[in-house]
């Protein structure tokens, strides 16, 4: 059985994607020169986007994991933000860059910049590879920007339905009977 046979089409192409983070890690190379750059990793769905990231940055930089709960196996959003899995690093004076896969209605980063705020970051900033504008709920924009997307569930890069489909190298949207089974 292939993935691709769940797809109902493909949003941003795998071409796309690699062009696209190449000139992000370009413009944040250029724009984090002689600072303390801390990628921080918001686990999983920003797993592709960051290892690709991180390989198109040429400046040194450093890089830590976060895990936060916000969905569970359903497609809509719970409002909550719990920690499930802290950095290993301390923030003071680090130039924090929080990379996540997408930007839907906003509320987990809402939440979770502030938090990382206190503790004492020299600056702090978002990279996302994608954004759903039309679905905000909190004031919240990515510093960093790849994609928007319309208003679709979509999975691949990183992005996941039920855990799966994670590893498509694509962004896509899945076929209405996938959801059924
Ligand atoms: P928020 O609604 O901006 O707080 O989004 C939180 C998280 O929900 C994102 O980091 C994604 O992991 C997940 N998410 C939001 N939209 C989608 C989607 O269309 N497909 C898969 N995961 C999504
Ligand atoms: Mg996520």
């Known amino acids: 059985m292939r993935m691709d046979d769940d797809v109902l089409k493909v949003l941003v192409s795998q071409e796309e994607l690699q062009a696209k983070v190449a000139q992000m890690g370009r413009d944040i190379s ?39 709960s916000s969905y569970g196996a359903n497609t809509e959003t719970s409002g909550l933000v719990k920690i499930i899995k802290d950095l290993d690093q301390d923030l003071s004076g680090k130039d924090v860059l929080i990379v996540e896969d997408i930007l839907d209605t906003g509320v987990t980063l809402s939440k979770l910049k502030p938090m990382l ?3 004492n970051p020299a600056s702090i900033r978002i ?11 909190a004031d919240i924009h990515a510093d960093y920007l ?3 997307v ?24 899945l076929k209405p009977e996938v959801y059924q089974k």
Do not use: H, Q
């Open 127 to 137: 990279a996302a590879i994608l954004d759903k504008p039309t679905r905000r709920k």
């Open 117 to 119: 705020g206190l503790r």
């Open 30 to 68: 250029r724009d984090y020169e002689g600072k303390n750059l801390l990628l921080v990793s918001i686990l999983k769905g920003s797993v592709v986007y960051m290892a690709d990231l991180m390989r198109a940055i040429t400046i040194p930089c450093k890089i830590d994991f976060m895990v936060v």
């Open 146 to 148: 790849g994609f928007e």
């Open 150 to 173: 319309p208003d679709e569930f979509v999975v691949g890069y990183g992005l996941d339905y039920d855990e799966k489909y994670r590893n498509l190298p694509y962004v896509g949207v």
